[in-house]
């Protein structure tokens, strides 16, 4: 069992850059798949990124090419190093931990079995 702890928001302009990192506790975090989701106010919270144990990964067309995800399993951490922000990237983003030794990249987040309590990104213009 994982238990994902977020940290890194905060408030950045247009074209700024932040890493948001999520620390798990649990000896097993290697096997986890690991994602990011996000949800703006009055919206549905969406996929942003995922990285399975095998390292393979995959992105949300919104952010891809803005954003990376990665792993470091020594640390039990996950990052999401994300670049070119823009204003609707603001967003709650939230980690999640699931799906272990999974051979596919998940995206869906009832796929993910423990959340954290998410940090805010604001991006102002």
């Known amino acids: 069992q994982v238990q994902p702890v977020e940290s890194g928001g905060g408030l950045v302009q247009a074209g700024g850059s932040l890493r948001l990192s999520c620390a798990s506790s649990g000896r097993t975090f290697s096997r986890y798949s690991m994602a990011w989701f996000r949800q703006a106010p009055g919206k549905e919270r969406e996929f942003v990124a995922a990285?399975?144990?095998?390292?393979?990964?995959a992105y949300a067309d919104s952010v891809k090419a803005r954003f990376t995800i990665s792993r470091d399993n020594t640390k039990n951490t996950v990052y999401l190093q994300m670049s070119s922000l823009k204003p609707e990237d603001t967003a709650v983003y939230y980690c999640a931990a699931g799906g272990t030794w999974a051979m596919s990249v998940l995206r869906n987040d009832y796929e993910y079995n423990y959340w954290g309590q998410g940090t805010q990104v604001t991006v102002s213009s």
């Open positions: 990285i399975n144990w095998k390292i393979d990964t």
